[in-house]
């Protein structure tokens, strides 16, 4: 069982940069695969990024590519997700997501998913 609690979320204006956080429970964290997905308002959850248990290999949507960055520690069980040059339309619920899968872009396979954070950012 894995408890994700998200942090860091908040409004920042555009161009600018902002990190987010994803803290897990559980010692076998590092068996996980930890993605982060986005909802914006009257949208389907997409796809953001997600890294390997051991931080090896690292998936971006094809359009975040460049912008975003995702990261892991697994001493401290946490997930990071740097967001830079924001943009109006990465606003969103930002949510962590742990999952044993091999199909890191597939929403529905994982298994576990935090609460989510706001990211709004202004033009």
């Known amino acids: 069982q894995v408890q994700l609690v998200e942090s860091g979320g908040g409004l920042v204006q555009a161009g600018g940069s902002l990190r987010v956080s994803c803290a897990a429970s559980g010692r076998t964290f590092s068996t996980y695969v930890a993605g982060w997905f986005r909802q914006a308002a009257g949208k389907e959850r997409e796809f953001v990024a997600a890294i390997s248990g051991s931080g090896g290999v690292t998936y971006y949507a094809d359009s975040l590519k460049g912008r975003f960055t995702i990261s892991r520690d697994n001493a401290e069980n946490a997930v990071y997700l740097q967001m830079n040059s924001l943009k109006p339309e990465d606003t969103a619920v930002y949510y962590c997501?742990?999952?044993?899968?091999?199909?890191?872009?597939?929403?529905?396979?994982?298994?576990?998913w935090g609460q989510g954070t706001q990211v709004t950012v202004s033009s």
């Open positions: 997501a742990a999952g044993r899968t091999t199909e890191a872009l597939r929403r529905s396979s994982y298994d576990y």
